[in-house]
């Protein structure tokens, strides 16, 4: 009897479920084109840490939020995509506003996001998500169009309204370390630079921030470059002239979704590795993570 009992209280503490840490990180949004003036860079996408408990036995959604398309001739670039794990959502980055301030109306306007995109003069940036990103930036103290903003990003917004995109965050450069992802050593979601037009002078000051923002264009100094695949990095803005150099934005760079836990490999999905006494599972696109 004391067997059958001993059998009975070990099977009813038998484990069910364990918690996981996700680094979900969406998709960085699009560059605004410059097209008579330039172009604000995107805004980079939304990421956040969350834990949660996943039950043995059950598969969970993983979706990787893609990045967001450069903007179309005089038009703004296109919001990034969310990312989603296991009931927590991270917004895709706002679009990058397009260019000549004369230009008004959401075709045109920065848009909101994870982190908010930025914007010309005369304009308002887009706003970024409470614990996910920041604000965007709008050209000021500049004539009409010198410089677009630069985009938000998660570590900081952007230092001033010339060109500069605000840096992603290295707080889990460890992870990024683990599973060989990231950029820039360990930083996520860079904002996208500002595009620069043929009146401005070139100082490199448009650089995409670090963790996968592209670099804005310039007249002078080349076309817009896109954000870093699977960073949630946004697209810098497109330079103005289009003359020596495309006045196109950048397109956004795709999110990631990271699933880290304590000890060896328990559940299946993704990329897996398991260093440091932790295992990490990496989406890189959608799929399914099997607890």
Same mark, same amino acid.
């Given at each position: 009897?004391?067997?059958?009992?001993?059998?009975?209280?070990?099977?009813?503490?038998?484990?069910?479920?364990?918690?996981?840490?996700?680094?979900?990180?969406?998709?960085?949004?699009?560059?605004?084109?410059?097209?008579?003036?330039?172009?604000?860079?995107?805004?980079?996408?939304?990421?956040?840490?969350?834990?949660?408990?996943?039950?043995?036995?059950?598969?969970?959604?993983?979706?990787?939020?893609?990045?967001?398309?450069?903007?179309?001739?005089?038009?703004?670039?296109?919001?990034?995509?969310?990312?989603?794990?296991?009931?927590? *959502?991270?917004? /895709? &980055?706002? =679009? #990058? +506003? %397009?260019?000549? $301030?004369? !230009?008004? @109306?959401?075709?045109?306007?920065?848009?909101?996001?994870?982190?908010?995109?930025?914007?010309?003069?005369?304009?308002?940036?887009?706003?970024?998500?409470?614990?996910?990103?920041?604000d965007g930036i709008?050209?000021?103290?500049?004539?009409?169009?010198?410089?677009?903003?630069?985009?938000?990003?998660?570590?900081?917004?952007?230092?001033?309204?010339h060109g500069v995109?605000?840096?992603?965050?290295?707080?889990?450069?460890?992870?990024?370390?683990?599973?060989?992802?990231?950029?820039?050593?360990?930083?996520?979601?860079?904002?996208?630079?500002?595009?620069?037009?043929?009146?401005?002078?070139?100082?490199? *000051?448009?650089? /995409? &921030?670090? =963790? #996968? +923002? %592209?670099?804005? $264009?310039? !007249?002078? @100094?080349?076309?817009?470059?896109?954000?870093?695949?699977?960073?949630?990095?946004?697209?810098?803005?497109?330079?103005?002239?289009?003359?020596?150099?495309?006045?196109?934005?950048?397109?956004?760079?795709?999110?990631?979704?990271?699933?880290?836990?304590?000890?060896?490999?328990?559940?299946?999905?993704?990329?897996v590795v398991t260093?440091?006494?932790?295992?990490?599972?990496?989406?890189?696109?959608?799929?399914?993570?099997?607890?």
């Amino acid at each position: 009897m004391s067997g059958v009992m001993m059998m009975l209280a070990s099977a009813s503490f038998a484990e069910t479920a364990y918690d996981v840490a996700t680094l979900i990180i969406a998709g960085g949004a699009g560059g605004g084109d410059g097209n008579t003036g330039c172009g604000g860079g995107g805004g980079a996408g939304g990421m956040q840490e969350v834990t949660s408990s996943v039950d043995i036995g059950t598969g969970y959604t993983v979706t990787v939020g893609s990045g967001g398309s450069k903007g179309s001739t005089y038009y703004r670039g296109n919001n990034g995509s969310n990312s989603v794990f296991n009931g927590t *959502t991270s917004t /895709g &980055g706002g =679009g #990058g +506003g %397009g260019p000549h $301030g004369s !230009y008004t @109306g959401s075709s045109h306007n920065s848009q909101d996001g994870g982190s908010g995109g930025g914007d010309r003069s005369h304009r308002s940036a887009g706003s970024g998500v409470s614990g996910q990103g920041n604000d965007g930036i709008a050209a000021t103290g500049l004539s009409d169009g010198i410089n677009g903003g630069g985009g938000g990003g998660k570590g900081a917004s952007p230092a001033n309204a010339h060109g500069v995109a605000g840096a992603g965050s290295n707080s889990w450069s460890a992870w990024a370390t683990a599973t060989s992802t990231g950029a820039n050593s360990g930083y996520f979601a860079g904002g996208g630079g500002g595009g620069i037009s043929s009146t401005g002078s070139f100082n490199g *000051t448009n650089s /995409g &921030g670090a =963790g #996968g +923002g %592209g670099k804005g $264009g310039h !007249y002078f @100094g080349g076309a817009a470059v896109s954000g870093t695949a699977n960073t949630g990095g946004a697209g810098g803005g497109g330079g103005g002239g289009g003359q020596n150099y495309s006045e196109d934005g950048g397109n956004g760079g795709s999110g990631i979704v990271i699933i880290r836990y304590a000890g060896v490999q328990r559940g299946s999905g993704g990329t897996v590795v398991t260093t440091g006494g932790y295992t990490y599972h990496t989406f890189t696109s959608s799929g399914t993570f099997s607890a």
